[in-house]
């Protein structure tokens, strides 16, 4: 069982329509998470960190984290064109700043 | 602004060359990591450093050494290039302190061995 695990996809998600990504993660004792978008030939940016059981939104952006099922999802509002790209779940592992990452789901949004 | 830089964008080398991969970063982070990207295999940690001339084995240190000799500055080095080290090279920074436990990354190297 991989550490953090995603749906490779493609996800393909119609035009201000709303989309979902998922991540399930294997150590229950991860406390720190993170979603971060690549556009494809470019570097990872983050998007969120989710620390806390519940709801996080940021703008367009929601993160959703839910220790006890071990799994973070990240839902997107009024998808726009702009928003393909792949999008990748991170999780801290232990005390020294390490991530261990997912593979990435990749987002496609049709106009 | 924050800022990593790699020193190459694009690198083409042949089996056997030793090679460098230089690392900036001007945020005065004390983390830094090298990644290797892969299609279908996401970010694997090669190393990473906490500290100046500190360093950490990541998952897939085989091949690789890497250099720590000033806090800005990291460089993974290639012994010997061999083809199966053909893929994007991504450098990264962290801060452990405040609500620094965000990489940041560079623009990535993508490299390949002929």
């Known amino acids: 069982q991989k550490e953090v695990e995603q749906n490779s996809g493609p996800l393909s998600v119609p035009e201000g329509a709303i989309a979902s990504l998922n991540c399930t993660y294997s150590d229950r004792g991860s406390q720190s998470f993170f979603w971060y978008r690549q556009y494809s030939g470019k570097s990872p940016e983050l998007i969120m960190s989710i620390y806390s059981n519940g709801d996080k939104e940021d703008g367009r952006f929601t993160a959703q984290l839910n220790k006890a099922s071990q799994y973070v999802s990240l839902l997107i509002r009024d998808s726009q064109p702009s928003d393909s790209a792949t999008y990748l779940c991170?999780?801290?592992?232990?005390?020294?700043?390490?991530?261990?990452w997912g593979a990435g789901t990749k987002l496609i949004i049709k106009p | 602004d924050v800022k990593v830089t790699q020193s190459s964008r694009y690198l083409v080398k042949r089996t056997g060359e030793k090679v460098f991969l230089e690392c900036v970063q001007d945020m005065d982070h004390e983390n830094m990591f090298w990644y290797r990207q892969d299609p279908g295999l996401g970010l694997r940690l090669i190393y990473f450093s906490y500290d100046v001339k500190m360093k950490e084995k990541g998952d897939i240190p085989e091949g690789y050494s890497v250099s720590r000799e000033k806090k800005e500055r990291f460089s993974l080095i290639l012994e010997s290039a061999s083809t199966n080290q053909t893929s994007m090279y991504l450098c990264a920074s962290s801060s452990p302190w405040g609500a620094g436990e965000t990489q940041y990354f560079g623009p990535g190297t993508r490299l390949l061995v002929l």
């Open positions: 991170a999780v801290r592992k232990g005390s020294n700043y390490q991530l261990i």
